[in-house]
């Protein structure tokens, strides 16, 4: 699902699927997204308010960036419900213990059988699988902020990981796990029922 996406993230995609014989369907959400951030500006813009409070400002960074998985999330929810589906998650342990997940966005799915896996043990059974070796070795991202995920996140899934498994890793990066572990608590937990 493009989305002011990276080329080689689509290119990757296909590789994935060719390599598995998946059908594919694409749906480019550019234009969607154009239309969707252009209104909420014009918004904010009317309202006074905009990133960081300066009404002069648009919509932040990180809302713009959050915006397109849950384009993406609810593209895929409308194939699937229309095809019988179920929506799979491509999460893993590591991410959803750091919250480096969106809420609603890629975080939502029917099932996700990586879930409980670090991300080294997502690359091992990725290897194992006969997924292409381009993409097990490629450094993870999201493709959205042009950096790696260890870049934005500030620590090496390997101290996530390490973390997980011991409630150790190095002090500065276990700061930073520990902090956005407890920031991220409402991204793991299920909404009440009412």
Known sequence: MPCKSILEDIEDARLVAKTFNVPTIEVDLTETY?????EINMELTHVGVGAEGDPNKEISDDAQINIKPRLRMTALYAI???????????????????GYTTKWGDGACDLNPIGNFTVEEVKMIGAYLGVPEKIVNRPPA???SGMTDEEKIGVKYGQISEYINTGKTDKAAMEIIERMHKMSEHKRCVPPIY
Do not use: H, I, P
Not at 34 to 38: G, K
Not at 80 to 98: H, I, K, P, R
């Open 34 to 38: 154009d239309v969707l951030e252009n």
């Open 80 to 98: 699937a419900q229309t095809m019988g589906y179920l929506v799979m998650g491509t999460g893993n342990l590591s991410e959803a213990f750091v």
């Open 142 to 144: 999201d493709g959205l």
